[in-house]
């Protein structure tokens, strides 16, 4: 043991993007750390599975990320897998509205907000007056971009509004909002732009507006979960001697207002810090005799915070219907469509289809989820009424973003009342959405929260 009978530096319970960035920083630094995880594999809410048919790993969901991501590529790059990161050079998407008619969307490499304003310019989906209206968002993004910096006399977007009143308070056209707004909305907030609050939005959009083009370029795993930052973040941790556990079940004990241990199953351990990155709805099931004093306010938050969902279809056919890595699908249930096989490499076949904010369909059976997919899929791509289905899945994740709405309890930052025990997650106070960002920045608040608790003991 170390210190007063510690047996490591740091507890990290959870393993997700959260869990994962903080144990590798807190390890590059030379910490003891170890990580704990109650499934048996890595990954949390961002996680693969293999299929038990084909015997290819399967994504739990589709994860997009974004060029402005740069505390996620800053994680990639320590644990060595920022090479498993497909970053387009700008942003460049097509999509298929429900006409049929297929356009594409490509951005410049101007610097922004110039970049998308051209593009948009040269958008051939939108008409005259829909062009005219993307200029209306430049002011609101530029005080956006101050309010970042702490340099705003006034908020860019009212903590009531959502992100549709937001974008028609601004003059964004209905032909907009369907082809663009709403879909980015759904995509980066996992929640109808009709109900998320958007604050939340607007701040996504200033960063993707940020300083370069690439920042609103899409970027995707090239790798499933497991081999795109997982394997890669175990293997950095135990290199650097720390340790990694899975099928624990990980219990904080307190005495009184003191934290004084974690079980760990049958094992005790103890450290300075322990740093929770599990989700807002496990975060009450730590404390097994209830949470103590300091933290009974956040964890009462936490379990009066909604969630919401994510379905997705995860199709096998005989032939390729798309000829890109995915191709957006505004105005239908499943609003995306990836192909793994372009994504990932010829060692994966599937196609995955997407809805997000997915509560109108999650109580559907598979059967009648995956022909509402191939349904939509066959109405875009008429290639693919021609392709026999040789295999389909469904992936529910009923909980797999928090909830924006305005109303919901306010997020809490990474440090507590509970001294040497820290939060880590998406769900905390970022700024950010429940985005891979928003959980490699809280990770990574937490462990240099940690580095800062631990400097009284270096030496001890």
Known sequence: MTGDGWTHDVIVIGSGFAGLSAASMLAERGRKVVVLEARNRLGG???SFRDGMTGELVDNGQHVLFG???ETRRFLTRIGAADRLRLQPQLDVTSIDESGRRTRLVCPPLYPPLNLLAGLLEW?????????????LAGPLRLAKREMRGGAGVRAASTGETVTGWLVRHGQTRRLRELLWEPLALAALNQSPDVAAAPTFVRALALMSGTSPSDSAVALPARPLEEFYASPARSFIEAHGGEVRTGVTARVRTDGEQLHEVEADADRLRGPVVISAVPWFALTEL???????PLCSVCDAADATDSSPIATVNLWL????????????????????????????NATSHLSLVASGAGAITGLSNRAIIEL??????????????AVVTRATVVREPRATFSL???QPARPGVETGLSGFLLAGDWIDTGLPGT?????????LAAEAALRLMVPHVGR
Do not use: N
């Open 373 to 386: 997919a191939t349904d939509e899929l066959c109405t875009a791509l008429p290639a693919a009424g021609d």
């Open 124 to 136: 051939d989906a939108l008409d005259f007056r829909d062009r005219c209206a993307c200029f209306k």
């Open 68 to 70: 402005c991501y740069r």
């Open 436 to 444: 891979i960002e928003g959980a490699v920045v809280s990770g990574h």
């Open 45 to 47: 809410r961002a996680t």
């Open 318 to 345: 005989d032939r390729p219907v798309i000829d890109r890595p995915f191709v957006g699908l505004p105005g239908r249930t499943m609003q995306w469509v990836f192909d793994k096989r372009l994504v990932f490499g």
């Open 405 to 407: 709405a305005p109303g």
């Open 287 to 293: 404390f097994p005799s209830g949470p103590p004093l």
